[in-house]
């Protein structure tokens, strides 16, 4: 095996008292590809930002060439020859290829003149270029280069810093197939070259694919790893998902109708979504599962009117809709739970009453002047915030930016629940929020399905599909792959149709 | 109330942790009124300093100052709270005061003489306010262009236009002759109130309530505070949007009336002394320049302040360089005052 | 395929908008008026456009960044008034760079307040600075009228080589600034701060030291178009630069300047000044009375 040139030894790292990462030992050699894998927040990015210098460990050390590791900041990573790629690109699209790898500091003419010095990096990109196989002009604008290429720019930036560790965060999220293998050959040939690699990703036919090393994350601890070969599929699946679903879930006592209540046929948005069918039912929680990037949020926000169609059929009850905007999604009984609480879902500067008042406020108006019936809206806007149980009772005058996450999206389904919708989508309803809340927001559906109403619940979280839905739809690259019922719940099987694309390349 | 905007001061005392007690000044400062006080404060620093200040003249000419820049002022206030801003509004002014004179001056206007001659220009005006102000708001929702681009073209394309349509109705560089009924909306009194603080009060009553009290204010907050929340809440954006424009638009053409009653002659250079001023005053009065902030009354107070200030210097016998040093250290004074407030907040 | 030629010809159009408007609007007044299209217009034309177009070489770094700045007519008066009040007896050599510096000065209290005030919008900043500044001026020239002496007004009507000392100077920061924005490493990192501070900031790049220096390059330009101004009419009265930030930015605007920050130039800014003074001087020669002057 080659030399030794990064080992991490017992790190652990807590935030407010959680603990995200505990113990996590692993070592990277020279000319080695480490796939490192693991669940949403199993622990992945925390790894990647302690060696960036973003966060510092609580526990634990690093060494690199023998040597301790200590970054304090993303200039130490860089100096210490530790290069990061991230999901979103560090680019200007407004510069060429050539400005953007050396905006940091341009060579320049006859050394001190204030005037970059074109030939020299224009000759110098031309070899980095030529590195990692992109074959344009160094002053191209990085504007029109695709995803792909840009993510190949990247790359060459990092060698111009002469990196000898490049860590990659999920690069192929939105790359095509055929620039995912381009990708993979360029790592290769970096590889042979001596330099090391971290490849996070979420698809891991990929990771199989181009790594020699596998290393597993769950909830901040090593489950394990080891060379390839040890390494198959169903290891891999079985060490991610690992836990086993306790008593996290409030039984729920009534059985889904068979009234339909959402009818969704054939909806199709090139790139996006594929041929997406599915019906549901009055009473029914329909999980939605799938990878990052699998087409989940999307299809929701196209179900709610946010995001255009090319192709398909919507139905709210008996009506198809003509007409698909939020408006009119909410006017036929609709209501969308958004993932981005902070960015889309509140107000964040106002309050409580108000955030909740919001999608409701024509029904409490008079139709020509529209007058609000302040007092009738305060009255049921208190009862509906008392019914999701907020933790405090100063609706109108407490600011949502000072609640908790678990609260606050306590405010998003009380702000919905004042429309009584029939249909009720909800994206990463527990996303960032913690276990006791969550579990309330789990009393909540059940309450909502009780009473009737449909919902459509997207999650990344396995187990919580699973002890919630009555079924579950399976996406993959935008298409619908299988739909579980709840008798043959198995998370390995739901993650394998999750992965089937994946699977079926690496076969 | 809405809240959102309006009692940022004594929500912000109430954190996750219950109530906390705050000093005094930080209660001044977080005072939605504080320009009122400023106000207050100042107009009894100066009074035993200029007597004058006080007496009936001097406090009908601030009131008379005030009216029109008040009323513009307000429209403005409506595409701040939406994160917008309108700069056209001064050559709306000025278009429309030409175009309409134009309709009722007795010296060859379209209806000149003619009894319909007053309802047409009035109605000339609104509709000249409110055409521009829908091109504007088209351009930024529909076009989905900049806001500051659009209006800015605008003010240079009408403040031109305003001249050359000026050149072909008149041998001066004005159009007189108004009607006498038209004049008096600027100038005369209706039981002992002069007619222009009826208008400007109507003005103000119904922003006052169309914010407060309606779902397009509760709209227009929503907007500038989270546009994309809103949105996904079912709030026609885009529409909303669009109206800030057309009242904006409408609310130029109202203190056009105003001004050009005042003058007797419809003016194509009117009011255009007055953009940043009018801008100001709104800022001074707490609406943020980033949007889903604001109240008529704190424009209100904003515009009452310059003004207060403008008149006192020149009693005072100051020069036109202190009111404007004095005015630019305010706008200054006013943004710390806004950094200092946010400041306490986030600290909780 | 048509479509797509559609498309592509809409982009040209676009893209090249302020040059399809300067043709249209020179073809319009040429049918207009026979003196419109000679030598001696268009020479008079861009003397007559070189102060705005000074200025907004200057105004086109800030909103590069995303920034804008109200102050420019307010610091041009400032540093007019020192001219004509203070430096009036000094050879041309030590006031003009005198009050350029001046300039330079005020532009960096811009900067100063925009990086030390996070959060607070230029706009604010600099509106503030245009009062306090078209003051100070105002209490300068106790309101009156200044006028500056023989050697300035004399090199207001020099020419070199048929050319009029105006244009050079106009082509001296043009060329000057087309080289700091397309040639060193502080004009790319403009474009960079302008398209996305968060990412310029990790790359490395001193934002705060950037906008600074925007600013300062501002207020210089500023002082310089108003040098270049006074040069011409001799005299400043107490509107002297008054609102001459609307078409200062509406030039850069118009040249696709983007006000969103990390796009546009200075090539177009000045052809956005040239085409405002061009509208203005082609109202004038087809007689429509343009009482009103920016």
Redesign the interface.
């Known amino acids: 095996m080659a030399a030794e040139i990064l080992r991490l030894d017992g790190l652990s790292k807590s935030f407010f008292g959680v603990e995200v990462l505990h113990a996590v030992s692993f070592a990277l050699h020279r000319g080695e590809i480490l796939g490192l894998v693991g669940e949403n927040g199993s622990g992945k990015s925390t790894t990647m930002n302690i060696l960036g210098g973003i966060h510092q460990a609580d526990a634990g050390s690093i060494t690199l060439d023998g040597r301790p590791y200590r970054p304090t900041g ?2 130490d990573a ?1 100096e210490a020859g530790l290069a990061f790629i991230h999901q979103e690109l ?6 060429s290829i050539e ?1 953007n790898i050396f ?4 060579p ?1 003419r006859l050394g001190r003149l ?3 010095d ?1 030939g020299r990096i224009g000759q110098r990109t031309r070899e980095l270029l030529d590195m990692v196989d992109v074959r344009y002009p160094p002053a191209t604008p990085v504007g029109k280069l695709s995803q792909g290429e840009r993510q190949l720019v990247e790359i060459a930036k990092a060698l111009s810093q002469d990196a000898r560790i490049i860590l990659l965060d999920e690069p192929t999220t939105s790359l095509t197939r055929r620039e995912t293998e381009k990708l993979f050959t360029i790592m290769e040939r970096l590889r042979a070259q001596g330099i090391a690699l971290i490849y996070i990703s979420h698809i891991l036919g990929d990771v199989l694919r181009v790594c020699d090393t596998i290393q597993v994350l769950r909830d901040g601890h090593l489950v394990g790893g080891g060379p390839r070969d040890e390494m198959p599929i169903d290891t891999l699946i079985s060490l991610m998902v690992g836990r086993k679903i306790e008593n996290l879930f409030p039984p729920r006592d009534t059985e889904p109708t068979t009234v339909p209540a959402l009818e969704v046929e054939g909806i199709t948005q090139s790139g996006v979504v594929r041929d997406v069918s599915f019906t549901l039912h009055e009473g029914e929680v329909l999980g939605v599962a799938g990878l990052m990037g699998a087409g989940r949020s999307e299809l929701a926000r196209i179900l ?1 009117g ?1 995001d255009p169609f090319e192709a398909g059929r919507i139905a709210v009850g008996d009506t198809t809709l003509t007409e698909v905007s ?2 009119a999604c ?1 006017r036929h009984g609709m209501a ?1 739970l ?1 993932e981005d609480r902070r ?9 409580i ?2 955030n909740t ?3 409701s ?2 029904a409490y ?1 008079r139709s020509l ?4 019936a ?1 007092s009738r809206l305060e009255d049921d806007v208190a009862e509906v915030s008392r019914r999701v149980q907020i933790n ?1 009772t ?1 609706y ?4 949502v930016k ?3 996450g678990g609260n606050q999206q306590k405010v998003v389904i009380g ?1 919905w629940l004042l429309r009584q919708p029939k249909v009720f989508i909800l994206d990463e309803p527990t996303r960032g929020i913690d276990v006791g809340a969550k579990f309330e927001v789990y009393k909540i559906v059940n309450q909502l399905v009780a009473e009737g109403t449909a919902v459509l619940f997207i999650s990344s979280e396995m187990e919580e599909l699973i002890g919630m839905c009555d079924r579950i739809l399976v996406m993959s690259h935008g298409e619908i792959t299988g739909i579980h019922e709840r008798h043959e719940f198995d998370s390995e099987r739901i993650l394998e149709t999750a992965m089937l694309k994946n699977l079926a390349d690496v076969a | 109330m809405l809240r959102t905007a309006g009692a940022s001061g004594n929500a912000a005392t109430r954190t996750a942790g219950g109530v906390r007690t705050r000093g005094w000044l930080e209660r001044l400062i977080l005072s939605e009124y504080l320009v009122f006080y400023l106000t207050t404060a100042y107009f009894l620093a100066v009074w035993p300093i200029v007597p004058e200040i006080a007496t009936a003249s001097s406090l009908s000419n601030m009131l008379t100052d005030m009216l029109p820049l008040l009323v513009v002022a307000i429209g403005q206030t409506f595409v701040l709270i939406v994160a917008g801003i309108d700069l056209s509004v001064t050559s709306i002014i000025a278009f429309a005061s030409v175009v309409g004179a134009s309709v009722m001056t007795a010296d060859g206007g379209y209806l000149g003489g003619s009894p319909l001659a007053v309802p047409a220009g009035i109605l000339t005006f609104l509709l000249i306010g409110g055409l521009i102000g829908w091109f504007n708001g088209f351009c930024c929702t529909r076009l989905g262009m900049p806001p500051i681009i659009v209006t800015l073209t605008g003010l240079m394309f009408l403040s031109g236009t305003a001249i050359w349509y000026t050149t072909g109705h008149s041998e001066t560089s004005s159009i007189a002759g108004l009607p006498k009924a038209f004049v008096l909306i600027g100038q005369g009194s209706a039981y002992g109130v002069p007619n222009a603080l009826w208008v400007a009060l109507a003005v103000g009553i119904s922003a006052h309530l169309l914010l407060g009290h309606t779902v397009f204010g509760r709209w227009l907050y929503a907007i500038g505070i989270n546009r994309k929340a809103a949105e996904i809440s079912g709030v026609p954006v885009g529409t909303a949007i669009l109206w800030t424009f057309v009242i904006s638009g409408v609310c130029a053409a109202i203190a056009s009336i105003l001004f050009t009653g005042r003058l007797e002659t419809g003016t194509p250079v009117l009011g255009q002394r007055i953009l940043l001023d009018i801008i100001a005053a709104v800022v001074i009065g707490g609406t943020s320049l980033a949007g889903g902030k604001g109240k008529i009354v704190w424009t209100v107070g904003g515009v009452l302040f310059l003004v207060v200030i403008d008149t006192s210097l020149k009693l005072l016998g100051m020069s036109l360089f202190v009111v404007f040093a004095v005015k630019g250290g305010v706008i200054l004074f006013a943004a710390i005052i806004d950094a200092m407030r946010q400041r306490i907040i986030m600290r909780g | 395929m048509s479509g797509t030629a559609g498309r592509r010809l809409a982009l040209v159009v676009l893209q090249n908008a302020p040059l399809i408007a300067f043709v249209v609007v020179l073809v319009i007044f040429a049918s207009l008026s026979d003196r419109f299209l000679t030598l001696g217009n268009f020479t008079n034309i861009v003397t007559q456009s070189s102060h705005i177009a000074i200025m907004a070489i200057g105004i086109t770094f800030v909103l590069l960044t995303a920034g804008i700045d109200l102050s420019v007519g307010a610091v041009m008066y400032v540093g007019v008034a020192i001219l004509a009040l203070y430096l009036g007896d000094l050879p041309v050599v030590v006031s003009f760079p005198l009050v350029a510096l001046i300039g330079l000065a005020l532009g960096a209290v811009n900067g100063f307040f925009v990086v030390q005030m996070r959060g607070l919008h230029p706009f604010i900043i600099t509106l503030a600075m245009l009062f306090i500044l078209r003051g100070a001026a105002l209490w300068m020239t106790d309101t009156r009228m200044v006028f500056v002496a023989e050697p300035i007004m004399s090199l207001g009507r020099t020419s070199y080589l048929g050319v009029p000392w105006a244009i050079w100077m106009f082509a001296a920061v043009f060329a000057l600034a087309w080289i700091v924005l397309r040639e060193t490493p502080f004009g790319r990192q403009v474009y960079a701060v302008g398209q996305d501070p968060v990412a310029a900031g990790k790359a490395g790049i001193n934002v705060p030291l950037v906008l600074f220096a925007v600013y300062c390059i501002c207020g210089l330009c500023a002082a310089l178009g108003g040098l270049v101004s006074i040069a011409q009419v001799a005299a400043a009265s107490s509107t002297f630069g008054f609102q001459k930030e609307f078409p200062v930015i509406a030039a850069a605007v118009l040249g696709g300047t983007s006000l969103f920050g990390g796009r546009g130039g200075v090539i177009g800014t000045v052809f956005g000044a040239i085409l405002i003074q061009t509208v203005e001087n082609g109202l004038v020669m087809t007689n429509a009375n343009l009482h009103h002057r920016w």
């Open positions: 993303p200039r860089q560090n680019l200007f699209e407004n510069l400005e905006i940091s500091g341009f320049r204030p005037l970059i074109r709610f946010l939020p408006e909410m969308f958004t960015g889309e879902g509140l107000m964040m500067e106002a309050t009453a108000d008042a919001l999608p406020l024509r108006a002047t529209g007058w609000i302040r405090t100063d109108r005058g407490m600011l000072n609640l908790s702000k």
